[in-house]
Every structure is written in structure tokens, then in C-alpha cells.
């Protein structure tokens, strides 16, 4: 028996009892049929006679922007938006979206999170933001990041190192050296307001930090020595510098795979080493590649790599990466409650699933 709000009405079109087949085709779409479309250049026998052999039941399906809960239709979509629609079985809002409310609407600088990173700066301690620095939107966005930073100046932070993870993935390659340039910017208006704003780290998200599905726990040790312990072989008095720099060495460098770099002073010391009593908020709303680098501030027992120092910091997501491991502890954007999923009509209507990927 079936509990009520889990009862379907029949499919007008498919019949009840037959072996059901999602398959998802990363990066397919169907668009204007012109000479830029590779897909409909190309010769793709499969999927033609899968649509010509039942035009009643071809459908074509929004994978971006507000179909999928994005900010904007100007967004692209992206693998993890994508599955959060198809296992929610609804329109939810994304992890951008819920960051841009929250800002929108003040409730940022009011919750639970950002009260307890504040804590740290009226204490002395300084605020880092770990994160992919473009507006891509996919992982992170830097209006989001430079919100942040205006928010904790106003409420009374006078200390801010960010350490920047240069993108050239879900963004032009080579647009690295103009959001560096933006939030360099920032960082000086900031400094002209009383508040000692500067880039400490940085390095390519494919090369630093940001690893996924622990692929390579290298990546994250290399973030962690330049990041918390300033520590990397390139050290540059800016990070305009160390872009610029590294590309003169390496024309070929993509902006994804820039090695670990550390800003210092004229005599040589990190501009920005993550100390006890600080606090470290990750401004990347998209978890699965910055898990690694949660585990490594917020777990006492860790033994991905030699932390060599593990300081005692307050370290905030900016949503909660894994609802399971509760990983952060801590975070800016409560996780949405969503009810009703796909999987639990499958599971109370007895279909049974086999997921695979
Ligand atoms: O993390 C990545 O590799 C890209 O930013 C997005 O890729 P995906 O959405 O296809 O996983």
C-alpha cells in the first residue's frame, strides 16, 4: 500500500511496469541548428533514431539557469545542479541562489555563522576566504566573495587575507590575471577604508587544493602549504606579480594548473599564514571540490598528508559540504530541507533502482 502523498496518477504516455532508463549525457544539448552546433553537424545515428522512432515521446528538458534553480538563465548548468534537480524531482534552489538571497536580503550577516566567525575578528584574529576566484558561478562566484569582504569590514573586521584559486575551466582561460586585477582592487578600496585587505595565496584549482573524490590528496596538500603555512617554491609581492610572472616562464600554463604560489613582504615573509585563532570561511557554495580541504582544517585525526602545523581556527563553509559527515561543522548557508524526493517515491511506490555512473 502505497502512502497517499507518494501515489502517482498513471503516465499519460509511458506504461506503468516497464524497465525505466535514465541516462544522463554529460555536456549534450540540443540548440540552434547551425554550423557552430557540433552535435547536429555531427553524424549521431543512436540518438537520431532514438528521436525519430518516437516523435511523441521526444521531449527536450532545460538543464540551466532558473529551470534548474540558478540565479539566472544566464547560468550554465553543471553536473551538481543537475543531479540536485533530477534527485529532488523539483525545482530547488541551488546553492548560488541561496547565497544570493542570503545577501540580498541581509540574512547573511545575521545567522548562526556569521556570528560565529565574528567572534574571531573582535578577538584579534584574522578572516581568510579560501576559494575558486572567477564568476563562473559553477563552484564560487567573486561578487559573492567581494560581498563578503565589504560585510566583514562593516561589521568591524580589520584583518583579511584571501587566498585565490585561479579558474580557467568553467571560464576563458586566461581570465585569471582580470578577476586577480578585480579583487586586487577590492582589496586597496578596502585597505583606503581601514581594513588590511590582501591576496596571501594562490594557486590552479586542477593543481591546488581543489581536488574531488580524494583523486589526488597531493592538490590539497600543496593548497594547505601555501595557504596555512605559506610555504610554496614561488613567492611573489603580488599576486598580479605571480600570475604575470609564472606565464612569462610558461606561456603554455593554463590558468587551471598555476602552481602554488605564496605573496610576501619585501624581506621575505607570507603576507598571510592561517594562525590559531583565526578564522577560515571557504566562499565555494559547490562542495565536492573543497570536501578535502574541510577535512584538513576541521579533523583532529587526519592522515590525507603531513599538515605539519594544524591550527586552531574557526573554519565555516559557505553551505554545509556533506549532510552525512556534517562537514563543516560550521557554515554561512543552512542546507535547504527538501522533502518529497525522487528517491523517496521510487522507494514508496516499490521501484526498485540501480544507479551506476
Ligand atoms: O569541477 C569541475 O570540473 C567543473 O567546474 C564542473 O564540472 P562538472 O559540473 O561537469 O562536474
Known amino acids: 500500500m502505497v502512502a497517499s502523498e507518494y501515489q502517482l496518477e498513471a503516465h499519460p504516455v509511458i506504461p506503468k511496469g516497464k524497465p525505466f532508463l535514465l541516462v544522463v549525457l554529460d555536456g549534450w544539448g540540443e540548440n540552434k541548428e547551425d554550423e557552430f552546433n557540433a552535435i547536429y553537424k555531427a553524424e549521431c545515428p543512436t540518438i537520431k533514431s532514438l528521436k525519430e522512432g518516437a516523435p511523441r515521446r521526444w521531449r527536450t528538458i532545460k538543464a540551466h539557469g532558473t529551470a534548474v534553480g540558478l540565479p539566472s538563465d544566464a547560468d550554465m548548468g553543471n553536473s551538481e545542479v543537475g543531479h540536485n534537480a533530477m534527485g529532488a524531482g523539483k525545482i530547488i534552489q541551488q546553492g548560488a541562489s541561496l547565497v544570493d538571497n542570503a545577501l540580498e ?122 595557504h596555512v603555512l605559506g610555504d610554496a617554491p614561488n613567492k611573489f609581492e603580488s599576486a598580479l606579480d605571480a600570475l604575470t610572472k609564472l606565464k612569462e616562464e610558461n606561456p603554455k600554463l593554463n590558468d587551471q594548473f598555476y602552481p602554488p604560489f605564496v605573496v610576501v613582504e619585501k624581506d621575505g615573509s607570507p603576507v598571510g599564514t592561517i594562525e590559531d585563532g583565526d578564522v577560515v570561511v571557504n566562499i565555494n557554495f559547490r562542495a565536492d571540490r573543497v570536501i578535502q580541504i574541510s577535512k584538513a582544517f576541521e579533523y583532529e585525526n587526519f592522515d590525507a598528508f603531513d599538515r605539519v602545523r594544524w591550527p586552531k581556527v574557526k573554519y565555516l563553509g559557505m553551505m554545509q559540504y556533506d549532510g552525512d559527515l556534517k562537514l563543516p561543522s560550521n557554515y554561512l548557508i543552512a542546507p535547504p530541507l527538501i522533502e518529497g524526493t525522487s528517491g523517496q517515491y521510487l522507494c514508496a511506490n516499490g521501484v526498485r533502482t540501480f544507479a551506476c555512473r
Request: proline share 1%; with cysteine; net charge negative.
Open 105 to 226: 536580503d541581509g540574512s547573511m550577516f545575521t545567522g548562526a555563522g556569521w556570528n560565529f566567525a565574528k567572534e574571531s575578528w573582535a578577538n584579534g584574529g584574522t578572516l581568510h576566504f579560501i576559494g575558486l576566484l572567477s564568476d563562473g558561478g559553477v563552484h564560487s562566484r567573486t561578487d559573492q566573495l567581494f560581498a563578503l569582504m565589504y560585510g566583514a569590514s562593516d561589521h568591524g573586521c580589520k584583518r583579511i587575507r584571501v587566498h585565490v584559486l585561479t579558474d580557467g575551466r568553467d571560464v576563458p582561460d586566461g581570465s585569471s590575471i582580470k578577476y586577480v586585477g578585480q579583487l586586487e582592487k577590492e582589496c586597496e578600496n578596502l585597505r583606503s577604508h581601514g581594513c588590511d585587505a590582501k591576496i596571501a595565496s594562490g594557486g590552479g584549482r586542477m593543481y591546488v587544493t581543489m581536488d574531488r573524490y580524494e583523486a589526488d590528496w597531493n592538490i590539497v596538500e600543496r593548497g594547505w602549504r601555501a
